[in-house]
């Protein structure tokens, strides 16, 4: 299976590593480490030296609570970024929902949208949605993901009933509708949406019950990286899990991203590339040796 984006064709067949680049000053994960222009750059160097086959750069957090920020806002902060991403010879994602954004960062090369809202939210002030950019745009490629609510409000009431479905459901209502605007299936990726929306127990059912989504016939992409789900099940209290540093999170994280990897996702969101992509190393080594004693 490949991944059409605007400039490359990646290869599915053995899953991907993308790396997060956070250019907000309010990240849950990371604090503003990278909010500035020199420290982003120099992140996303970091990063494929470290292993990432992908770069996922944002430029407004999404975290529960999180406030919106004003398109002009968000270019200022991605676009030098971007620019120096599209020079390291991988692909390039953009984490946007707003179709102007969109439109720029697609016009400067990047490969991938990836956007929380599925391509939902309202047109720009030319009238365009981001159904419209993606769709009239001949090979980016676009990840579409789940989310319950929006962030302010997604985890004051989560998601009740058969999670997995309703999921189900809803991306493939949206990839359907991403065909019928114009793009081709081999663009489209899926995302559950761990944490937006939904219970401890909801998250690890989508993981456990992956296998349901990836019936769609799209490839699936895991952003389980540092999520609080981890948090909740490896701590032994409410303190504990609040105040639970994210760095801890990284052995959580990188188990996720392997059980994610052995249900069928292809592309693991990451923000500890190095240590993911060794542990995928060694599910692959294993995975090839049980093929030859089969």
């Known amino acids: 299976m490949y991944w059409q984006t605007s400039r490359f064709q990646v290869d599915l067949s053995r899953p991907k ?36 086959d992908l770069l996922d750069i944002g430029g407004e957090s999404s975290r529960p609570g999180a406030p919106s920020v004003s ?24 984490d946007t929902y707003k179709p102007h ?11 991938i949208i990836n ?35 929006e962030p302010k409000t997604m985890q004051v009431a989560p998601m009740e009933g ?20 114009g793009a081709e299936r081999k663009r489209i990726a899926l995302d ?12 690890f059912a989508l993981l456990a019950r992956q296998a349901e989504l ?21 701590q032994t209290s409410l303190a504990a899990v609040a105040s639970m540093d994210v760095q801890e999170r990284m052995v959580p994280s990188v188990t996720a991203a392997v059980l994610a990897v052995q249900n069928g996702a292809s592309i693991v969101r990451v923000h500890d590339v190095r240590q993911t992509v060794q542990a995928l190393k060694v599910l692959a080594a294993t995975q090839a040796a049980a093929k030859q004693c089969g």
């Not at 954004?101 to 490969?111: E, S």
């Not at 009239?136 to 319950?148: A, F, I, R």
């Not at 559950?192 to 998250?203: A, R």
Request: hydrophobic fraction near 45%.
């Open 115 to 149: 956007d929380i809202w599925a391509l939902r939210w309202p047109g720009d002030a030319g009238g365009r949605t981001g159904m419209q950019v993606v769709g009239m745009h001949p090979t980016c490629g676009v990840c579409l993901m789940h989310m319950h609510r």
């Open 17 to 52: 590593v993308m790396g997060i680049v956070n250019v907000t000053p309010d990240s849950f994960s990371d604090g503003g480490r990278y909010a500035s222009r020199d420290a982003a750059i120099a992140h996303c160097d970091q990063l494929v030296k470290e292993g990432a």
């Open 214 to 234: 990836l019936a769609l016939g799209f490839p699936i992409l895991a952003g389980w990286s540092r999520k609080s789900s981890l948090a909740a099940v490896t």
């Open 162 to 181: 058969d999670v997995v479905m309703q999921v189900k459901d809803f991306l493939s209502v949206s990839a359907l509708q991403l065909v019928r605007s």
């Open 101 to 111: 954004v969109m439109q720029v960062a697609l016009d400067m090369g990047v490969d």
């Open 71 to 94: 398109q002009e806002e968000e270019l200022a902060r991605v676009l030098p970024v971007l620019r120096h991403a599209v020079t390291l010879g991988v692909p390039v994602s953009l």
């Open 192 to 203: 559950p949406g761990i944490g937006f929306g939904k219970t401890v127990p909801q998250n």
